[in-house]
């Protein structure tokens, strides 16, 4: 990211932050309860520290990867071999963010899940332990980041995350006919607007009430603004959140109106 997109990036927070909305804005039942259970809970669980002793493990490491291709957005430099540290700090999400996932998956309870974008596995680690009954399916292009996340799970003693390895835009359409119903996408991976307009329509027909699709970054660029919009007046979607990092959007019939909230996180 250029200087002058950090800066873009910092003033848009900036707005954010001073415009968003809080819970005496919301009238929607739906979203009022996700704010008071979920986004205003505090409480710190035990999978927490075991993921986050792991991520400064990471940070640590002198270990250094072959990677294939970190996508869009990437920001780690430095040829094709990179440091596991680097990828950690660079490409995995704040922990307050996989920690929201932890509580939102509680909360909803989805039971199969696909993330897109595995990277060291941190924010999959997240949603497997929030919900071990739940099948979390990720995918990442790079095999040997994929390699050692699956090593990151196996450290976690996590066993209800299924890999999937390869490009996005031919292993989704491969993978989501073969779920039984899809509760909850995650995009992380491909910033970028028309990529992310076909992940969204490729996931639609495929949603049914209380799914929940997850795009990460979604000020990050004019572009992603742009698709993040598109996807806000898509007719399938009734609710939307934007929490600035990430935006929420959901399909559920309980209001007839689109309502779409900004809120602060």
């Known amino acids: 990211m250029s200087l002058a997109q950090q800066f873009s990036v910092a003033g848009k927070y900036l707005k954010y932050y001073f415009t968003a909305g809080n819970r005496h804005d919301v009238h929607s039942p739906f979203v009022f309860s996700l704010i008071e259970e979920v986004l205003r809970d505090k409480k710190q669980q035990p999978a927490f520290r075991e993921i986050e002793l792991l991520r400064q493990q990471l940070l640590r490491s002198e270990e250094t990867i072959q990677v294939t291709d970190l996508g869009a957005g990437s920001i780690v430099s430095g040829g094709n071999e990179r440091r596991v540290r680097d990828i950690t ?72 995350i299924e890999q999937r390895i390869g490009n996005f835009d031919t292993v989704l359409p491969e993978l989501l006919p073969q779920l039984p119903r899809l509760d ?41 603004e742009e ?39």
Request: charged share 20%; hydrophobic share 40%.
């Open 89 to 160: 700090r660079y490409a995995a999400k704040q922990p307050k963010f996989g920690q929201l996932f932890y509580r939102l998956i509680q909360h909803l309870q989805p039971q199969y899940l696909v993330e897109l974008g595995t990277s060291m596995g941190l924010s999959s680690s997240y949603m497997a332990k929030a919900n071990p009954n739940a099948t979390v399916y990720t995918i990442e292009g790079c095999p040997n980041i994929a390699a050692k996340a699956r090593s990151n799970f196996d450290s976690l003693g996590i066993s209800n």
């Open 184 to 224: 909850w996408m995650y995009v992380d991976g491909n910033h970028r607007k028309e990529p992310t307009w076909n992940y969204f329509q490729e996931a639609l027909p495929f949603v049914h009430n209380d799914t929940v699709l997850i795009f990460d970054d979604i000020h990050w660029t004019p572009d992603m």
């Open 227 to 265: 698709v993040w919009h598109r996807i806000m007046q898509s007719e399938q979607v009734t609710y939307t959140i934007d929490l600035f990092f990430i935006g929420l959007v959901f399909f559920r019939k309980d209001f007839k109106v689109k309502q779409h909230f900004t809120l602060k996180y």
